[in-house]
Nanobody, 114 residues
Framework: QVQFVESGGGLVQPGGSLRLSCAAA????????MGWYRQAPGKQRELVAG???????TYADSVQGRFTISRDNAKNTVYLQMNSLKPEDTAVYYC????????WGQGTQVTVSS
């Protein structure tokens, strides 16, 4: 069982940036593909970015070119750098396994508004 603690969310104006962090505890983190997900009010949770055990990354079309996922296996941490934020990026952001997600953490709220 892997546990996740997300942080770094907040209120930001359109065009601004935030960096989310996700600390993972439990199984061998470095062997697990990871993903950042988000859930906006009234919508289903969606995958926005994924990273392999190495450096291979994938992104949803809606965030391609604006978001960057990275990981530090020595710190058991995954990051999501979010630039050029838009109001439609407003959501609770979660990290989890890229495939077969485990138990969800609390998430971190990102609100993009002027």
């Amino acid at each position: 069982q892997v546990q996740f603690v997300e942080s770094g969310g907040g209120l930001v104006q359109p065009g601004g940036s935030l960096r989310l962090s996700c600390a993972a505890a439990g199984r061998i983190f470095s062997s697990l593909p990871m993903g950042w997900y988000r859930q906006a009010p009234g919508k289903q949770r969606e995958l926005v970015a994924g990273i392999s055990t190495g450096i291979s990354t994938t992104y949803a079309d809606s965030v391609q070119g604006r978001f960057t996922i990275s990981r530090d296996n020595a710190k058991n941490t995954v990051y999501l750098q979010m630039n050029s934020l838009k109001p439609e990026d407003t959501a609770v952001y979660y990290c989890n396994l890229r495939f077969a997600p485990s138990a969800w953490g609390q998430g971190t709220q990102v609100t993009v508004s002027s």
